[in-house]
């Protein structure tokens, strides 16, 4: 079960945004993630897109859903930062390999984008602070 209490106690950078922030954010994000992830998906089931492309988008969701598990559950920092590095190193794959094919799905994922680069930031700030 998650522990959001352990979270709370951690130390965190002066620019960490408030607890009650995620969520809305997380909201919006998801909504562009299934739209855009969505459309991979179909075009991959229908054999329009190859493994190649769809790889890192399956990716980037996977590693997506096991960073609260990983965070919260495990209360492992040093497994969280590895985890976030992965959520974003797999999206700059995925928005790479997309581009060609469509061009929209790129843009549509710019706010997930800076998200996951600000909260690998910050991840990695609190895992040093936390040391």
Known sequence: MENYAYY?????????????????????LYVLIIVSFGY?????????YKTSVFLPF???ALFNV?????????????????????????LIWAMKVIWPKARWVVFINIP???????ATILQITVTVLNW
């Not at 991979?40 to 089931?45: D, E, G, N, S």
């Not at 096991?66 to 797999?90: C, E, K, R, W, Y």
């Open 8 to 28: 709370s106690e951690l130390l965190k950078p002066a620019w960490a945004p408030p607890s009650w922030i995620f969520g809305p954010v997380w909201t919006v």
């Open 40 to 48: 991979v998906l179909v075009k991959y089931m229908k054999k329009e």
């Open 58 to 60: 399956f990716l980037n």
């Open 66 to 90: 096991l960073f609260t598990p990983i965070q919260f559950g495990l209360q492992s920092n040093i497994l969280a930062t590895l985890d976030i590095l992965l959520v974003l190193g797999t």
């Open 112 to 118: 997930y984008l800076l998200w996951v680069y600000f």
